[in-house]
């Protein structure tokens, strides 16, 4: 079963985002360059801030973690999910993005650890 973990939200400046949540909410942040950090909002859920240089930002995209990802990946073309961003790595894990059948653009990841 794959576990909701993040909310990823552009933003114009990803680490006074993060600063603001940190000052409102007192959540601690973890950041990965200058353009992404994690908001850790309890409980293994983070809202993730990534820095965008579009005028409109996209919609929020929710990511789920998972044990396999070429299971995941597998599952989601069999349902009919067409894969928008092929599985890549990065600090942390791996993932990929699709849009399920309704539109709605999704994220999958693993843990390196896993």
Not at 46 to 57: D, L
Not at 73 to 79: D, E, F, G, R
């Amino acid at each position: 079963m794959a576990k909701f973990t993040t909310v990823e939200l552009y933003s114009s400046d990803a680490a006074a985002s993060a600063a603001f949540m940190a000052e409102v909410f007192q959540y601690e942040n973890t950041f990965y360059g200058d353009s992404y950090v994690d908001v850790h909002a309890g409980d293994g859920f983070t809202i993730a801030f990534e820095t965008t240089s579009t005028e409109a930002a996209p919609p929020p995209l929710a990511i789920f973690q998972v044990t396999d990802l070429d299971d995941a990946l597998s599952s989601v073309i069999a349902a009919g999910g067409i894969v928008t961003v092929e599985p890549f790595d990065f600090p942390g894990g791996r993932r990929f993005q699709f849009r399920e059948p309704g539109g709605n653009e999704l994220s999958v990841w693993v843990s390196v650890e896993a």
